[in-house]
């Protein structure tokens, strides 16, 4: 078996530096134009600068071109695509078509990886795409152990699953804030609608918060649990998953260095030392996640091990 990736997403600059440290494989980073949901807004200059420090490290560095493109944002692509070229990042994900047009006009030539969001849930999609040049899928979170399973056993590109961090549950590509809940004659309270990373719609009959992030790509509400699956990954390393992935939005600065840190060592106990040292230590590095964990949010191991209700 091939040691999984341990992909994480950077705040900034000297965020990266720390996670290096802490153990981490590989880096999504990019602009809130081009890509979705991202931990940090990072201009092209610190693109450069990130990806220099990445690689002087031996480490990988992927930047976000997965959001929904509009025809005015298409010429600005193309010249975004052209700067990460020139800089040599090592891979681009997408989700819109557009962007393997626009690599393909320009002999853009850096691997592309897969990654849609909801709608990567079998393994022909993956292949599909993989035809059409990507090299990896990045799954949908909505899928079950078994579905990720099945989807590894049958894709010819590398397969990324999330572990750790929130998962979106809606977005919108206006500003809509409090308006999501309207429909359903709910009237939600937002609090600290002015602090981007302070906001939240209060679900009084469920006690649930759920976080709220806007940016430039519209409105994106997330689940009140964060995944957490440290204790569970025996069967996603025994299936050879490629990548293992933790979502960092709206996460502090520490805790996301710290919870790096512990999937770090998760990973190498079990490569390193084999499975009974990581059945050894998985308990007791849940337990360091939970003592850290905001009260707000609560850990659960997503749909892993539920299934999808639409």
Same mark, same amino acid.
């Given at each position: ?42 201009? !092209?200059?610190? &693109? +450069? =600068?990130?990806?220099?420090? %990445? ?8 930047? @976000?071109? #997965? ?32 962007? !393997?047009?626009? &690599? +393909? =006009?320009?002999?853009?030539? %850096? ?8 709608? @990567?849930? #079998? ?188």
């Amino acid at each position: 078996m091939t040691k999984p990736e341990l992909l994480v997403t950077p705040q900034s600059v000297e965020h990266v530096k720390a996670l290096i440290e802490a153990g981490a494989d590989a880096f999504v980073i990019g602009e809130q134009q081009f890509g979705l949901r991202l931990a940090g807004d990072f201009t !092209v200059d610190e &693109v +450069r =600068e990130a990806t220099a420090l %990445i690689h002087a490290a031996g480490k990988k560095v992927y930047v @976000a071109v #997965n959001a929904i493109f509009h025809n005015d944002r298409l010429d600005a692509l193309d010249v975004y695509l052209q700067h990460m070229q020139q800089i040599g990042v090592d891979a681009l994900l997408f989700g819109d078509p557009a962007v !393997v047009v626009a &690599v +393909r =006009e320009l002999g853009i030539t %850096i691997p592309l990886h897969w990654s849609p969001e909801t709608i @990567a849930t #079998n393994w022909f999609q993956a292949n599909y795409w993989g035809e059409r040049g990507a090299t990896r899928a990045v799954l949908a979170r909505e899928l079950s152990l078994d579905e990720v399973i099945e989807c590894k056993e049958n894709a010819k590109v590398e397969i990324e699953v999330q572990v750790h961090g929130m998962t979106c549950m809606f977005q919108s590509k206006r500003s809509l804030l409090g308006n999501y809940f309207l429909f359903r004659d709910e009237v939600m309270e937002v609090e600290n609608r002015k602090q981007n990373r302070n906001m939240f719609l209060h679900d009084k009959e469920r006690k649930n918060k759920y976080p709220i992030y806007e940016d430039v790509n519209g409105t994106h509400i997330f689940s009140p649990n964060d995944i957490c699956i440290i204790d569970e990954l025996g069967e996603l390393f025994e299936a050879g998953i490629d990548s293992l992935k933790f979502d960092a939005v709206l996460q502090d600065f520490d805790y996301t260095v710290k919870v790096t840190n512990l999937y770090r060592q998760a990973i190498d106990a079990y490569f390193d030392e084999g499975e009974d040292a990581y059945e050894d230590i998985k308990d007791d590095l849940l337990a360091q996640i939970e003592a850290i964990q905001p009260a707000l949010r609560p850990l659960d191991t997503g749909f892993i091990f539920k299934e999808t209700v639409y």
